[in-house]
């Protein structure tokens, strides 16, 4: 026997507007746990998605008929989802205009004039493109080389993934090193960034790293010291010019990829950019996140060792700020506002601390935004992170 539709839209409201409403709280709400965390950092980067699925849900509700309890419930779950899941893009023009005067405060208000028009052609047109959101960011042909061998400190082979333009020349280069706490990932991790940033004209070389607990601080830096040693040796063969380097990293990549660039000795890049890399390592470890869902403390004792206490010497010398004593290679922070890993206030302190040494250093706020909220290539955290960050690294690199 099959049941009239109207009897079963009640029901079809009642998932709907459950599932939306609960995809959309985790919006605002912080994560209390690991296994939760990528509903923190997806489902902001999914909100276009979420608007369409509640706005389902209030039309099911709407129209389901059996006026009651059941659909006054079902409607007002789905308005207050759809509410949430509004917010990001709700926030988009003013965050795309603070964003806009933060460069040209920075960079100056004619720094865009200064990139060649042949590279300016390339850029994405727009901070965000709602079409992209549901289409995804097209992916060009680009030449692909993995699993180069660059070194094998204490006999560990590391490798790194080669993305270069289809045309053979010569290019600036980006060197990128992935997050994961400095115990996991890959050089292969986010391959649609490399891909997209090497169609753009850049030699891009995704290095490895050797991971903690096994291998504590300093072997990650001294790893990507020497994959940039390698780059140098081969810049010819990959078709890089080695006055134009770049570092980018996300999270603990990013905060060696400033490490690295800070160093009194280091070989000579031409800017660093950090996506929501840790700073100063001795302030994160005695005031973590709260929530936690990523056990800060535990994490940093893997990578150093042991607590500050236990460790003094290498929570200072393991920190990027420590560094920030002279003027340093231009430095773009892009960092999330409801970051439960790597507060936001510790880079609005490093910002500060780059700017009191006379560097030029830009820090890009997402208020929606949690850690890792590039995961998601597509969506508004991202769009506006890569308009601005290919950007900043044209200027850098021209």
Do not use: C
């Amino acid at each position: 026997m099959f049941y009239p539709i109207r009897a079963v839209l009640p029901w079809l409201a009642l998932l709907l507007s459950s599932i939306s409403l609960f995809l959309s709280s985790w919006i605002v709400i912080p994560v209390p746990t690991m296994s939760l965390l990528p509903l923190g950092v997806g489902t902001p980067e999914v909100s276009p998605w979420l608007v369409v699925l509640n706005v389902i849900a209030v039309g099911v509700s709407w129209f389901g008929g059996h006026e009651g309890w059941l659909q006054r419930g079902t409607l007002g779950a789905s308005l207050l989802g759809l509410f949430l899941s509004l917010l990001p893009l709700i926030q988009l023009p003013a965050t795309e205009q603070q964003m806009s005067e933060v460069m040209h405060d920075t960079l100056g208000a004619n720094y865009e004039q200064q990139i060649s028009p042949s590279v300016q052609n390339q850029l994405r047109p727009h901070p965000f493109i709602l079409a992209d959101a549901f289409r995804g960011i097209p992916q060009m042909p680009v030449r692909y080389t993995p699993d180069i061998p660059f070194a094998a400190p204490d006999g560990v082979p590391l490798n790194l993934d080669l993305y270069r333009p289809p045309q053979v020349g010569q290019y600036p280069a980006i060197v990128i090193i992935y997050g994961g706490g400095w115990q996991s990932g890959s050089a292969s991790h986010y391959a649609n960034f490399s891909r997209y940033m090497a169609h753009q004209g850049y030699t891009v070389f995704a290095i490895a790293y050797r991971h903690a607990p096994r291998y504590q601080f300093p072997a990650q830096l001294d790893d990507v010291r020497a994959a940039l040693t390698f780059i140098q040796q081969h810049a010819t063969e990959y078709e890089t010019d080695i006055t134009r380097i770049a570092l980018l990293g996300r999270s603990a990549g990013g905060h060696l990829a400033m490490l690295t660039a800070y160093q009194p000795d280091a070989l000579p890049v031409r800017a660093v950019v950090s996506y929501y890399g840790p700073f100063n390592l001795t302030n994160g470890y005695k005031n973590p996140p709260k929530p936690d869902p990523y056990n800060v403390r535990a994490v940093l004792e893997a990578f150093l060792g042991g607590s500050p206490d236990e460790q003094p010497e290498k929570y200072v010398q393991a920190s990027p700020v420590t560094y920030v004593t002279r003027p340093l290679p231009p430095t773009l922070l892009v960092h999330g506002s409801r970051d439960h890993i790597v507060q936001v206030r510790f880079a609005q302190n490093m910002h500060q601390r780059l700017l009191a040494a006379n560097s030029k250093a830009i820090l890009l706020e997402i208020p929606w935004a949690e850690h890792a909220f590039d995961a998601i290539f597509h969506g508004p955290s991202n769009q506006l992170a890569l308009y601005y960050t290919e950007r900043f690294l044209a200027w850098a690199l021209q």
